[in-house]
């Protein structure tokens, strides 16, 4: 019964990572499709017109989360020197930000003053609610990562965990990089 | 060479070790090449289209598979003059006749083209041997003749892009390039037609409506131009009317139109061609969201208003 | 038994995942105070997500991959002989089976509601069923049958073939591979499940506004296809990575079978284009589910907006069907013409040109749903385009058998009649193409004769070419060539009678997606449900000779076709790892009648030193 997956056993591991690496970003490459279709109907319906949104919070949660890539940029070149304290940190760091913003997003939803059965509202609710799944979802994956880094599974050369997660922060980020302003800024 | 009979439990050398005689081809095509010049008489390679008589060889090819060609054309324009069409009931359906009969005549010459070839290779160039025992010529495929397929295929296309593509859209859409329809938007009589589930209701410009309730029939004056303005309660439906060919979806949000001039009187209970047939799918009753149509001469029609209206619609 | 085990003990576990989701979406509802807490479609969402998971996890994902993640020791559950193919298993052979029986139950179930409809339409009036029932069976058969088109080539012989036919050992992501084969089970319960539910009652392209007001089985029918959408994103992300990172050393770009090209091609559209389904999908769940308003026009959607967003998958997704077929006709054609594949370059570049042009070209499908005038004349030109690199196709196709030396096997007589069939669906294509003709053609019969000759003509006819054509080296058996003739000439002749005719009803007025019609076509329709009935008993032969030959048939040779291609160069089936060794590539595979031509050989084993180019038709 329990043996290990054979097919991937022999072979070498740089192999292996670029097929991981190329797989990832041709993941990103059909996932953009998926966002940017969600865009496409954004001004399809809605042309440049928008509703009243809270610019404060809306500015704060962008910078919550572009700040997060730039401490999940940190614990990836951390592990890369093998200086797992930093990386440790740059995780937790990478996930508070990212709890923080999914937090802004919900408080964001609790006060937005239009409704869900106007078109507005739909565009509004499903492209943060989209996006907000992908940052709940990365979080996981950090915290399942981060988890691993303290048993101390990662090195310098063996912590393809912690670049594939880092790599679909930085996506998540930049998707946001294009939501909000074309959810907050435009009119 | 017939299939010999193993045990299926090989070990993988063995079997490899079988795989690799047919692996390196040119083994396997000089054996086969021997083979042939035995049974024959001829080195296989005479075939390769360099000898003169190949040459000739390959031209009578030509000229049959082309005999061939012509023949299936010809029969196949055959559907050019063949009756496929509902009753011509508009000047519309007379233009869409028209241009499908014009495609057809392009288009047969196209499908038989590749029938042709392929009937023609199946006949003349199967072997006949229970297993292949020579290599066909290395023709590749890189001088004139992609080039000059290319040309042709694209000139055609280009061709039926633009006429009767693009000169029809043209004629099909005047005016208003944002809005939704076909034909002038002017027009001597303007219907609206509302679509719900799973029928429709008309209104004349007097105010007169017809549905199944009130009159049940669509009457529509000869040689007028009739616009419909289009509209849904519910779901997309779509106004098809086969005996004038155009059709125009009837969209929830959005007044869609579509502009048509009959040309011959005829009526649904002798013509079914005669009917507003909805054609998007629309739930449990699309089938039947179908009404009834009668075109009568401008007389008639006016007259018939009017007693619509005095049995107090 | 460890196949009942594993497959049992998934089921076991999706359903307690079902009925966990059921109930926790009911408590999360009660919670934000909803009056009913259970009835919400929003629970049979929460199920599906929840059962999905515990069906995934029951049947092999946990103990192979996700164990991983917790940093856990992963295992495999092995199972020898056929119950393999009830197992999570990884090896890429073992899933391209999978694919296409499943597939092929799944053709011939959707098969058989088809004749069903055509029971109903033989004449006017209603006989058999209801229009209720008719709208299920035709919704139904619609879906499964684009299931199959996009899933059996590609799932089936691209799995099987791609990694042998490049020399690899297996797919660069195997579990991923068994992953979006086992997504495909939960899948077929859902579309199997609508009927119970009230039926699709909005066909497969599921329109809005119906399809967001119409009974819950839609709900079954979103989630269905959004996971089958993903199972087709991950497939082709895997084809992509393998065909470009594992091809065997010296497996140049110019030297890749075209089969492979077609799948690489098709892998692009795939991971591209699919998102455009899901999306739609989406879309219409949120309505249903959560109260949004995408398409409702009152509250400032607009139902357009799916259809745009759906015909930007869905037409891409015709060439997703029919790409693999082009190219395992071609590849199927060369061999057995036993001459070079003409104009390989003009064919690569036409499914290049297919690809580019493919995603500019939806909005043919709306012509005459009142978007907007000005978009009509650019989508005319563009779909017009589209034929141009098709043709191409069609040179290569026709220019390897010129002159060829044509074995008539049943593959080949297949692949033959992939490119008959296709020459007829391909301009019909262009008669709808033209917005003047389509106006009266669309949402007609005539467009069911036009995608019937395509998808069927063209790819279910290349998936029976890919059957013949592997199932030696699938199974290790031979199948009966006299049957199999049987079965291509009986479903050849009975395919084109029935959809040849169905053009007819369509011109002459006859719309789709009814189970009535005026009685003034009651002859065509009889005709037409006559030879699909032939057409339908054909697949009795096929059923016959393909379970004959894999339980008692006699057994295959490693290479029976004489083909070059690397799969035919191991044994008939491979073994675990395909080769012997790394297979290193030479030459072109299709340099038929090349003298000492090589494609690939076995550097170390004592048979396969490498003939060196001057031996000319020496050889070793
Ligand atoms: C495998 C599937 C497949 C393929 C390959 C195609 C190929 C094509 N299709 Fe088809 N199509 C469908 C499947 C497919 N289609 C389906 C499923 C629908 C209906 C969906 C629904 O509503 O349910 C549909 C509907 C459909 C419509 C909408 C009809 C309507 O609803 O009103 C249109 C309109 O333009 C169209 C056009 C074309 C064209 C131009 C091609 C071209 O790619 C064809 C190109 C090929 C050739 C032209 C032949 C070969 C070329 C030569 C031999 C060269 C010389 C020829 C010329 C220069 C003309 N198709
Ligand atoms: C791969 C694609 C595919 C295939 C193979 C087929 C195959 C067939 N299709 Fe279909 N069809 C579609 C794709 C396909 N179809 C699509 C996408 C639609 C549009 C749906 C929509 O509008 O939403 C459609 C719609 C459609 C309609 C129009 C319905 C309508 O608009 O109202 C019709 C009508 O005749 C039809 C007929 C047939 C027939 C007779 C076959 C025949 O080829 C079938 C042959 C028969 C068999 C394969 C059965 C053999 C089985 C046995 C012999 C017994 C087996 C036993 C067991 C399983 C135990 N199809
Ligand atoms: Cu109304 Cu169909
Ligand atoms: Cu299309």
Redesign the interface.
Known sequence: MAVIAPAEAHRPVHDHLKLNRAGLWLFFFSESVLFGLLLTARFYLEGIQREELDQLLGLGITIVLLLSSVTAFTAETAIEHDNRKLANWGLIATIALGVLFAAGVGYEWSIAHFHRDEAFGTLFFTMTGIHASHVISGIGILVLVWVQLLRGRYTSRDHWPIAGAVMYWHFVDVVWVFFYPALYLVN | MAPKLRQIQRTGEQAHKEALTYFHLDTFHDRMRTAAAAEWGVAARSLSLAGQGAQLLHVRHLITAGLLWVVLTAVGELLVVADLYPTVGSHEAQDFDDIFRFLLLLGVPVMTFVFAVLIYAGLQFRIRTAVPTEDGPAMRGQGWFPRAWLAVTGGLAIFVMIYPGLTGLAELQQGDKGASGWGDQEAEVTIKATAFKWQWLFEYPDGTQVSVAAGKELVLPNETSIKFEVNAADVVHSLWIPAFRMKIDAMPGRTTYMTVKPNKLGEFASDQAYRVQCTELCGLDHATMMFPVRVVEPQEFESWLASLNEGGN | MHALKSVAGAAGLGMIGFYLGLGFVAVLRAMLGYPDAWGGEINIVGGYVFGLVGWLMGIGMWG?WIRE???L??????APGWQRYFTFN??HKVIGIQYLVTFIVVFLLAGLLALGMRLELASSGMQFIS??Q??GAMGLHGILMIAVAVAAVIGGAGNYAVPLMIGA??M????LNALTFWLIPPVAVALLATPFLGGI???W?A????ST??NSSQILFDLAIITFGLTS?LG???F??TI??MRAPGMTWGRLPIFVWSMFVTSWLA??????F??ALL?IL?DRV?????F??????????YQ??FW?YSHPAVYIMVLPGFGLALEVISHF????L?????AVGAFLGILGLSGVVWAHHMF???????L??PF??AT??I??PT??I???A??T????????QTPMLFA?AV??NF??GG??G??L?????D??L???YFVVAHFHYTIVGGEIFALFAGIYYWFPKMT???YNETLAKLHFWWMFIGFNLTFFTMH?PG???M??????????LDNLNMLVSISGWLLGLSFLVFMYNMINAWIRG???????W???TLE?????PP?HENF?EQPVIKGHPY????????????PN?G??GA?SGS??????
């Open positions: 192979i993640w917790f940093g020791k992963t295992y495999q559950r092995r990884t090896d229009h209720s008719y709208n050992d297996d660069a992501f195997p579990r009652e909005t066909g392209t329109y809005p506004p119906l007001t119409t994103i082709g992300l895997n992509i990575i470009i990172f991971i591209f284009f699919t998102q455009g899901a999306v879309m949120l959560a109260g949004m308003a995408f409702s026009a009152e509250a400032g959607g607009d139902p357009l907006l745009h967003v930007f013409s036993r001459k070079p003409f104009a390989y370059r003009y005459t749903s009142g978007m907007p005038n000005y009509h004349g005319l030109v017009e385009l034929s141009i043709g191409l069609f040179l290569s026709l220019g058998i010129w002159m060829g030396k044509l074995w008539l033959m490119i008959f020459a007829c301009v019909t262009i008669f193409a033209d917005v003047p003709t106006i009266h669309h949402d007609t290790g058996r031979m007819l011109v002459k007025g719309n789709r997606r009814v189970a009535d019609f005026p009685e003034s006699p057994v295959a040779e490693a290479n029976p004489r083909a070059r035919w160069q191991t044994t008939s073994p012997p340099d038929y009648g090349v003298p000492g031509s090589v494609h690939g050989v076995f084993s048979l396969a003939p031996a000319g038709g020496g050889g070793q």
